[in-house]
């Protein structure tokens, strides 16, 4: 059953992580509409259509899923970008040689029933760990300032900021990257950026600053940004 994960949630029910197939497309679209009908904003969202999911799971992608109680209850998915016009790796730095070797975090989902497991971030080991044997170098992604429970699941990866800019939807986003085969760097200094102040943000990026994490204060958000 090509299972890559098994364990127990905290009430004791086990659980299993596999790859997902064609064949478990009804269960995604399932669990994808799950989360949408519980949430207050469906915008905020960024859900995949049925033909997206499709060519994730036609090896256009890497995909896993989270089953407990004989039924999938949580998903993580990876793109492999193509001929993106818009390409990821161009935000980060990298050049076009290298655009092969980069893979995009796509979308992550829980069903509510399963939340509080820590089941996001099972699933992007496992799936970091399947990476770290594949032909890629970085895995890269982008989020809506703001979106705090995306953010700090892609700092829980190590990932950084590389870019704040307007994207595909004409939307602001970080772009977030990591190096699957190096360690992180040592930072000489740092500093905290209100997550409001844009241009404060994007001036320390254009001077080689990354952004590694966020806090909260009592004025709101700050990104910390190093060096």
Avoid at 77 to 84: C, E, N
Avoid at 104 to 118: A, D
Wanted: charged share 25%; with cysteine.
């Amino acid at each position: 059953m090509d299972i890559l994960y098994s364990g127990l949630l905290k009430d004791n029910h086990p659980f299993y992580i596999r790859r997902l197939h064609l064949k478990d497309l009804h269960e995604i679209i399932h669990v994808q509409n799950e989360v949408v009908y519980v949430l207050d904003n469906p915008s905020s969202l960024s859900s995949l259509s049925q033909k997206e999911y499709e060519y994730i799971l036609a090896d256009g992608g890497k995909m896993v899923g989270v089953f407990a109680d004989e039924r999938l209850v949580a998903f993580r998915a990876l793109l492999v970008p193509g001929a993106d016009e818009e390409h990821l790796g161009s935000d980060v730095g990298l050049d076009s040689a290298e655009f092969e070797s980069v893979i995009y975090q796509e979308i992550s989902t829980v069903s509510p029933r399963y939340r509080g497991y820590r089941l996001q971030k099972i699933m992007a080991d496992v799936l970091m760990e399947q990476l770290k044997v594949a032909d890629y170098k970085y895995v890269c992604a982008t989020v809506a300032p703001f979106n705090i429970a995306s953010l700090k699941d892609k700092f829980s990866q190590q990932m950084e900021i590389a870019a704040l800019k307007k994207k595909y939807d004409g939307v602001l986003r970080y772009v977030f990257v990591k190096h699957l085969h190096t360690e992180g760097d040592e930072w000489e200094v740092e500093q905290f950026i209100p997550m409001q102040d844009t241009k404060a943000q994007q001036k320390l990026l254009e001077e080689g600053w990354r952004g590694t994490g966020i806090s909260g204060s009592t004025d709101g958000w700050l990104v910390r940004y190093c060096k």
